[in-house]
């Protein structure tokens, strides 16, 4: 049996993502942050993106829902709304690219 990421017949059996990208976060902000900030629409996790180097946030962050409806409603809701005085921008997440995972 091949590796699944050498198997062309390898299938991501891991469901679809409900996730929202947030962008212009203020650097301030955390993971705690932005959950709280999107727990009315029922966020279940958020990341936030920091840099390698410094540890520092990169300033923008994602935000993972239970389903398309949350996600949509949060989009509505919470795009161009202000958090830590900076208006965000929040979009459909782009589907993560398949790699391996265990």
């Known amino acids: 049996m091949s590796a699944p990421w050498w198997d062309s017949d390898y299938s991501d059996r891991s469901g679809p993502e409900y996730r929202c990208y947030v962008r212009n976060l203020p650097w301030s902000a955390d993971e705690r942050t932005l959950k709280d900030a999107f727990a009315d629409y029922g966020a279940i996790n958020s990341e936030i993106a920091v840099d390698r180097e410094t540890g520092r946030s990169r300033g923008f962050g994602f935000v993972t829902f239970q389903d ?14 202000d958090l830590g005085g900076r208006s965000i921008t929040v979009e459909q997440a782009q589907p993560r690219s398949r790699k391996w995972r265990a």
Do not use: F, H, L
């Not at 398309?68 to 709304?81: P, T, W, Y």
């Open 68 to 81: 398309s409806n949350s996600v949509r409603d949060a989009i509505q809701g919470k795009n161009g709304q």
